[in-house]
């Protein structure tokens, strides 16, 4: 049984609440992914979706040079633990309707994340 660990992007990097919108796109190309976990103080308080950025910066005509990744974050927080099979985390992002998730160590530690199109061709191969 494959697990999420296996299929994650590791590479994802979180960004402080006060990071620009543009800087945190330029992360998110970097590492080839469509999440950002947003954290202040050590801690994860939310995600910087591709919709976030579309739809409540981009839609509102907000300069992504002036507007913090705080102002359009996501605090629902998607994730799943990298220990999960395929199928649970799929099931996770299906019943919280996201593209992406979070990967959390057991210890609750970031440590990647992963799409949805990720864990569903790896569940198919």
Partial sequence: MRRVKEVMNPNVLP???HTSLRE????????????V???ENDEVVGVL??????????????DPDSTDVREVMTTDLP???EDYDLDEAL????ESRARNLLVLSRDGEFAGACSVR???VAADS
């Fill in 15 to 17: 960004v402080e609440g």
């Fill in 24 to 35: 945190a796109a330029l992360g998110m190309e970097r590492a080839g992914t469509g999440i």
């Fill in 37 to 39: 976990p947003v954290v």
């Fill in 49 to 62: 979706t591709e919709r976030d950025i579309v739809v409540r910066a981009v839609a509102e005509s907000r």
């Fill in 79 to 81: 994730c799943c633990f």
């Fill in 91 to 94: 099931r996770v992002a299906i």
């Fill in 118 to 120: 990720d864990l569903a």
